[in-house]
């Protein structure tokens, strides 16, 4: 048997063999080891209270983008006790924690924010419903991930809603306010699926 015939013979059995045992045969190298994997958005801790107090530390839950999806991370917020119950205190604050930089934990865990750093947020204005809130820019001027970042991240503190899964919301001056819910639509996909809002007042 000649030489060339005789490898083709021993590759054909060594394919059978490994197809017996449930290998699949492979015409890549392989000495490079096992292709890397990416740890996939888990950095909140099991269980963690939202809004446990230690002090004037207050344990919050913000929500940043991962995986084309809104996450829940875990943050902590300084209040001063006399400011823990003023709605627009503790929603700039939230606020802020959206536009900080992800950690280099949350960066390498694939978390990211589109709440940009000039964005503020205040009290209802004369007139407004007690429980509104007013960003510094209308809310349809935001991209579809921050403004949904912002909607779900109010919507799921006690301290900054009144009516659980929903905020109301609106910009400067006499920008209309809306009604908006944060769903799990939203949440899954809020690129492409605004959040649910209707028109207040």
């Known amino acids: 048997m000649r030489p060339r015939t005789r490898l083709s013979v021993l590759l054909g059995l060594s394919a059978t063999l490994l197809a017996g045992c449930g ?16 740890v ?17 530390q207050f344990a919050v839950q913000v929500y940043l983008v991962c995986t084309s999806q809104l996450v829940t991370v875990d ?9 823990s119950t003023e709605r627009a205190v503790v929603a700039q604050q939230l606020l802020a924690q959206l536009a900080r930089r992800p950690s280099s ?7 990211s924010t589109d ?19 007013r960003l ?14 912002i909607v779900c991240t109010f919507a799921n503190s ?9 905020v109301v919301l609106g910009g400067p001056g006499d920008d ?5 819910a944060c769903t799990d639509a939203v949440k899954a996909r809020p690129g492409t699926i605004p959040a649910p809002a209707r028109t207040v007042g």
Do not use: N
């Open 23 to 38: 290998i699949r045969p492979t015409e890549v190298p392989t000495e490079f080891g096992a292709a890397p994997t990416r």
């Open 40 to 56: 996939g958005c888990a950095l909140t801790r099991a269980g963690a209270t939202q809004e446990a107090r230690t002090g004037g």
């Open 75 to 83: 943050r902590t917020v300084t209040l001063e006790r006399d400011q």
């Open 105 to 111: 934990a949350e960066g390498q865990a694939g978390f």
């Open 115 to 133: 709440v940009g750093t000039r964005l503020k947020v205040s009290g209802p204005a004369p007139g407004d419903p007690s429980g509104a809130l």
């Open 136 to 149: 510094s820019a209308p809310p349809d001027d935001l991209s579809p991930y921050a403004l949904a970042q």
């Open 158 to 166: 006690k301290m900054t809603t009144e009516d659980g899964d929903h």
């Open 176 to 180: 209309p306010l809306r009604d908006y």
